[in-house]
């Protein structure tokens, strides 16, 4: 069974930082790209960054410049860098990720962790 687990979140001011993590574990034969995604209550879920398997990376203009996404294939870990932090930036992340199994690919997600900026 496929799971993806992030860590990480927490309360931080905003100017503050914080790293979260996801880690992919389970049988699969590779992953193709991971991505980090944040929702807030009434609202749609966003991606905020993605990286292909390759490290060509893609993010939301609300955080370029601040958010750095890395990944770590060895370890089948994924990172997002936070800094500069606003209170825009409070959400439930979620870390999403392409999985291979077998010939197919499905889309896994992480349970989220909470991300909360105070000003």
């Known amino acids: 069974q496929v799971q993806l687990v992030e860590s990480g979140g927490g309360l931080v001011q905003a100017g503050g930082s914080l790293r979260l993590s996801c880690a992919a574990s389970?049988?699969?034969?590779?992953?193709?790209?991971m991505a980090w995604y944040r929702q807030t209550p009434g609202k749609q879920r966003e991606l905020v960054a993605v990286?292909?398997?390759?490290?060509?990376?893609n993010y939301a203009d609300s955080v370029k410049g601040r958010f750095t996404i890395s990944r770590d294939n060895a370890k089948n870990m994924v990172y997002l860098q936070m800094n500069s932090l606003k209170p825009g930036d409070t959400a439930v992340y979620y870390c999403?990720?392409?999985?291979?199994?077998?010939?197919?690919?499905?889309?896994?997600w992480g349970q989220g962790t909470q991300v909360t900026v105070s000003s």
């Open positions: 389970g049988s699969f034969v590779s992953i193709n790209a």
């Open positions: 990286i292909t398997s390759g490290g060509n990376t």
């Open positions: 999403n990720g392409d999985i291979i199994l077998g010939t197919l690919q499905y889309g896994y």
